[in-house]
């Protein structure tokens, strides 16, 4: 069983920054590949970043892409999303979730383990 605790959401201004994080559980935590989601009001969820395994390398959304930045910290079974130059598009509750494959995915239905979510408001 998987389990994942995300945190640092918050509200942020225009242009800020913030950095998500979420832990997670599990010996082999370096073997999972993580996503991050995120769903606003109204909306479907959807493919913000992912890190694959083995190879760490990582994806983004053409949204996020050069704003926010996805890392692993494997001691730690820790993964980050580090969101610059916020905008008021990116407010959403913001999810991680771990599957046990090789090769990310920007599908949300292939990923089993889902954390709580934390929100991000970035007011217009």
């Known amino acids: 069983q998987v389990q994942l605790v995300e945190s640092g959401g918050g509200l942020v201004q225009a242009g800020g920054s913030l950095r998500l994080s979420c832990a997670a559980s599990g010996r082999t935590f370096s073997t999972y590949v993580m996503g991050w989601f995120r769903q606003a009001p109204g909306k479907d969820r959807e493919f913000v970043a992912h890190?694959?395994?083995?190879?760490?390398?990582?994806r983004y959304a053409d949204s996020v892409k050069g704003r926010f930045t996805m890392s692993r910290d494997n001691d730690k079974r820790t993964v980050y999303l580090q969101m610059n130059s916020l905008k008021p598009e990116d407010t959403a509750v913001y999810y991680c979730?771990?599957?046990?494959?090789?090769?990310?995915?920007?599908?949300?239905?292939?990923?089993?383990?889902w954390g709580q979510g934390t929100q991000v408001t970035v007011p217009s």
């Open positions: 890190i694959s395994w083995p190879s760490d390398s990582t």
């Open positions: 979730a771990a599957r046990f494959s090789v090769g990310g995915s920007i599908t949300s239905n292939v990923y089993p383990y």
